[in-house]
C-alpha cells in the first residue's frame, strides 16, 4: 500500500538514531574479557544452540567515498591469501569453543568477499567444515561486487552450495557514481544477476542508497526502474548516513556536491516505496522489499524474519558468531566484537586468543527491550503482555512509563490497551527507529561532544 506521508512531515519528525541491527547497539560495546566471551561459547555448546556463522573480508579494490563499512582498499591480492591463513586460525579456535553445536547458516561479507581468490575461497570453505558441525541443509549466503567477481568464482560458490547472494549497486546515474567514486553498469550488474541464476542462486538482493549527493527524483526513478528490470529477489533501501566524523573518507563526497537535506532525503524514500510497491515487491521491515513467494517473504509471513547486523534475514539462528577483523557475534546473552584494526586482530589470533575489542553481556531489562525493538523492527507492532511473559514480567507495567510517552511521538504509533498491542502507522513504519528510541536506555546520547553518533531516521 503506498504511503500517504509526505516528504515535509517525514523530515520535520525523523532526527538521528541507532539502527538497531543489534539492541544494545553497538555504541554501547564496552570493555569485555575474553573469559567471558568463552564462557558464553561454552554455553552456546552445552546447550547446542543453533550457530549462524558470519565471515567478515575486509578488502576491497578501490574505495567508495560513501562507504560506511570496515574496510581495507587495497589491490594487493596477496593481503587476501595471508588474511584467509589467519582467519583459518581463528574459525579452528571458536570451532573448538562452540563444539557440537549445529551451524545452519553461514554468510561473507564485507568489504568484498570476492576480494578472495577462488583457491582462497575453496581453502576457507573447506577449513569451515573442518572447524565446525554444519548442518546438511545449512543456508549460504555471500556479498560480491559486480565490478570484480570472476565467473569462476561463482562456479565456486555455487559448488559449495551457495544459494543467497547480495550486491550493491546504490545509484546508476553516472553524475551520483563520479560523486561517490562508484562506477558501476547497468550490464556489470545484470552479468552477475544472470550468471548467479544460471549457477543456481535462488536469492539475490541488491542494495540502492537514498541521500546520495546530486541525486534528483528523475535520476533515482531511472536507477529504481533499471533494478525492477533487473528483477532480484530482494531490493534493500537504505538511506545514506553521511558521518564524516567518525569517517573522514566520506568528506570527498562533499566535493561533488550538497549531501541532501531531509526533505530531499524523504522525497526519494517516498518515492523509492512508491515504485517498488507498484512493481509488486513487498515492503517488509523498514526498508526492505521482496518479491512475493520469496524466502525473505515466506519468512515474514511466517514470523521467522528477524534483524542482525546483516539486516532484515530469515531467522535460522540465536547465536550469531562473527569471525575476521571486526566482525560482531551475538547470543540472547552477549553481544562482542573483534578488534577493528587488521594488526591488533591478526596479533591475537597468532597468539590464539579470541581477538575480542569489547561488548555488552544483556541483564535481563536488555532482553526484555531487545525483545520488543525486534518485534518493532521486523513487524511494526509488539504485543507487550505476549513479550512481558515470555520474560517473565507484566509487559504493560513493565513499560509504563514509556507507553506514557508515546503521546510525544504524535501520529507515530498507537497502543491498545486491551491488546497490550503498541502498532505504528503507516508514518510510523517509516520513522520505526524514533520508536524503537523509546524502549531503549542507551539512547540518550545521540551526539557526542556535539558529533552526531548516529545516522538519521529517514
Ligand atoms: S565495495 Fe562496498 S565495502 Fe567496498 S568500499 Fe565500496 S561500499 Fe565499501
Same mark, same amino acid.
Given at each position: 500500500?503506498?504511503?500517504?506521508?509526505?516528504?515535509? $512531515?517525514?523530515? &520535520? /519528525? %525523523?532526527?538521528?538514531?541507532?539502527?538497531?541491527? @543489534?539492541?544494545?547497539?553497538?555504541?554501547?560495546?564496552? #570493555? !569485555?574479557?575474553?573469559?567471558?566471551?568463552?564462557?558464553?561459547?561454552?554455553?552456546?555448546?552445552?546447550?547446542?544452540?543453533?550457530?549462524?556463522?558470519?565471515?567478515?573480508?575486509?578488502?576491497?579494490?578501490?574505495?567508495?567515498?560513501?562507504?560506511?563499512?570496515?574496510?581495507?582498499?587495497?589491490?594487493?591480492?596477496?593481503?587476501?591469501?595471508?588474511?584467509?591463513?589467519?582467519?583459518?586460525?581463528?574459525?579452528?579456535?571458536?570451532?573448538?569453543?562452540?563444539?557440537?553445536?549445529?551451524?545452519?547458516?553461514?554468510?561473507?561479507?564485507?568489504?568484498?568477499?570476492?576480494?578472495?581468490?577462488?583457491?582462497?575461497?575453496?581453502?576457507?570453505?573447506?577449513?569451515?567444515?573442518?572447524?565446525?558441525?554444519?548442518?546438511?541443509?545449512?543456508?549460504?549466503?555471500?556479498?560480491?561486487?559486480?565490478?570484480?567477481?570472476?565467473?569462476? $568464482?561463482?562456479? &565456486? /560458490? %555455487?559448488?559449495?552450495?551457495?544459494?543467497?547472494? @547480495?550486491?550493491?549497486?546504490?545509484?546508476?546515474?553516472? #553524475? !551520483?557514481?563520479?560523486?561517490?567514486?562508484?562506477?558501476?553498469?547497468?550490464?556489470?550488474?545484470?552479468?552477475?544477476?544472470?550468471?548467479?541464476?544460471?549457477?543456481?542462486?535462488?536469492?539475490?538482493?541488491?542494495?540502492?542508497?537514498?541521500?546520495?549527493?546530486?541525486?534528483?527524483?528523475?535520476?533515482?526513478?531511472?536507477?529504481?526502474?533499471?533494478?525492477?528490470?533487473?528483477?532480484?529477489?530482494?531490493?534493500?533501501?537504505?538511506?545514506?548516513?553521511?558521518?564524516?566524523?567518525?569517517?573522514?573518507?566520506?568528506?570527498?563526497?562533499?566535493?561533488?556536491?550538497?549531501?541532501?537535506?531531509?526533505?530531499?532525503?524523504?522525497?526519494?524514500?517516498?518515492?523509492?516505496?512508491?515504485?517498488?510497491?507498484?512493481?509488486?515487491?513487498?515492503?517488509?521491515?523498514?526498508?526492505?522489499?521482496?518479491?512475493?513467494?520469496?524466502?525473505?517473504?515466506?519468512? &515474514?509471513? %511466517?514470523?521467522?524474519?528477524?534483524?542482525?547486523?546483516?539486516?532484515?534475514?530469515?531467522?535460522?539462528?540465536? #547465536?550469531?558468531?562473527?569471525?575476521?577483523?571486526?566482525?560482531?557475534?551475538?547470543?540472547?546473552?552477549?553481544?562482542?566484537?573483534?578488534?577493528?584494526?587488521?594488526?591488533?586482530?591478526?596479533?591475537?589470533?597468532?597468539?590464539?586468543?579470541?581477538?575480542?575489542?569489547?561488548?555488552?553481556?544483556?541483564?535481563?531489562?536488555?532482553?526484555?527491550?531487545?525483545?520488543?525493538?525486534?518485534?518493532?523492527?521486523?513487524?511494526?507492532?509488539?504485543?507487550?503482555?505476549?513479550?512481558?511473559?515470555?520474560?517473565?514480567?507484566?509487559?504493560?507495567?513493565?513499560?509504563?512509563?514509556?507507553?506514557?510517552?508515546?503521546?510525544?511521538?504524535?501520529?507515530?504509533?498507537?497502543?491498545?490497551?486491551?491488546?497490550?498491542?503498541?502498532?505504528?502507522?503507516?508514518?510510523?513504519?517509516?520513522?520505526?527507529?524514533?520508536?524503537?528510541?523509546?524502549?531503549?536506555?542507551?539512547?540518550?546520547? %545521540?551526539?557526542?561532544?556535539?558529533?552526531?553518533?548516529?545516522?538519521?531516521?529517514?
Amino acid at each position: 500500500m503506498p504511503c500517504s506521508a509526505t516528504a515535509t $512531515q517525514l523530515a &520535520a /519528525l %525523523a532526527s538521528r538514531g541507532p539502527r538497531y541491527t @543489534s539492541y544494545p547497539p553497538a555504541t554501547a560495546f564496552a #570493555a !569485555v574479557d575474553a573469559d567471558s566471551v568463552a564462557r558464553e561459547l561454552a554455553r552456546v555448546a552445552e546447550r547446542r544452540e543453533a550457530i549462524s556463522l558470519y565471515l567478515h573480508i575486509p578488502f576491497c579494490r578501490s574505495l567508495c567515498w560513501y562507504c560506511g563499512c570496515n574496510v581495507i582498499p587495497t589491490r594487493d591480492a596477496q593481503r587476501g591469501t595471508q588474511y584467509v591463513d589467519q582467519l583459518i586460525a581463528e574459525a579452528d579456535l571458536v570451532g573448538r569453543a562452540v563444539h557440537g553445536a549445529p551451524v545452519t547458516e553461514i554468510s561473507l561479507g564485507g568489504g568484498s568477499p570476492n576480494f578472495l581468490s577462488t583457491a582462497s575461497l575453496r581453502q576457507l570453505f573447506a577449513a569451515l567444515e573442518r572447524s565446525f558441525t554444519i548442518s546438511p541443509d545449512a543456508r549460504r549466503s555471500i556479498e560480491l561486487d559486480p565490478r570484480t567477481t570472476l565467473s569462476e $568464482q561463482i562456479d &565456486a /560458490l %555455487a559448488a559449495a552450495q551457495f544459494g543467497s547472494l @547480495s550486491m550493491g549497486v546504490q545509484d546508476f546515474s553516472d #553524475a !551520483v557514481q563520479d560523486a561517490i567514486h562508484r562506477h558501476q553498469s547497468v550490464l556489470q550488474t545484470r552479468w552477475l544477476v544472470d550468471r548467479a541464476r544460471a549457477a543456481g542462486f535462488d536469492d539475490i538482493n541488491i542494495d540502492i542508497v537514498y541521500g546520495l549527493p546530486l541525486q534528483t527524483e528523475a535520476s533515482f526513478v531511472k536507477t529504481l526502474d533499471a533494478v525492477i528490470d533487473l528483477a532480484p529477489d530482494r531490493i534493500a533501501l537504505f538511506g545514506y548516513a553521511h558521518l564524516p566524523s567518525k569517517l573522514p573518507h566520506q568528506l570527498l563526497v562533499e566535493r561533488a556536491g550538497r549531501v541532501l537535506d531531509g526533505r530531499e532525503r524523504a522525497a526519494l524514500l517516498l518515492l523509492g516505496i512508491d515504485r517498488l510497491t507498484a512493481a509488486g515487491y513487498l515492503h517488509l521491515g523498514l526498508d526492505h522489499f521482496a518479491k512475493p513467494g520469496s524466502r525473505l517473504a515466506r519468512a &515474514a509471513e %511466517a514470523h521467522r524474519m528477524t534483524r542482525s547486523f546483516q539486516g532484515y534475514t530469515e531467522h535460522r539462528a540465536d #547465536a550469531i558468531i562473527g569471525l575476521g577483523v571486526s566482525a560482531i557475534s551475538s547470543t540472547p546473552r552477549m553481544h562482542w566484537q573483534s578488534h577493528a584494526e587488521l594488526p591488533q586482530w591478526e596479533e591475537a589470533v597468532a597468539a590464539g586468543s579470541l581477538p575480542i575489542a569489547r561488548g555488552i553481556e544483556l541483564d535481563s531489562d536488555d532482553q526484555v527491550r531487545r525483545a520488543v525493538i525486534g518485534c518493532l523492527m521486523c513487524d511494526s507492532e509488539v504485543d507487550l503482555q505476549r513479550i512481558g511473559a515470555e520474560h517473565h514480567v507484566d509487559g504493560p507495567s513493565y513499560f509504563e512509563t514509556e507507553l506514557a510517552a508515546i503521546q510525544g511521538l504524535g501520529d507515530l504509533v498507537h497502543y491498545e490497551a486491551r491488546t497490550a498491542t503498541l502498532r505504528a502507522t503507516d508514518l510510523g513504519r517509516l520513522l520505526i527507529r524514533n520508536v524503537c528510541m523509546l524502549f531503549d536506555r542507551y539512547s540518550g546520547d %545521540a551526539s557526542h561532544g556535539g558529533t552526531p553518533r548516529f545516522s538519521p531516521t529517514i
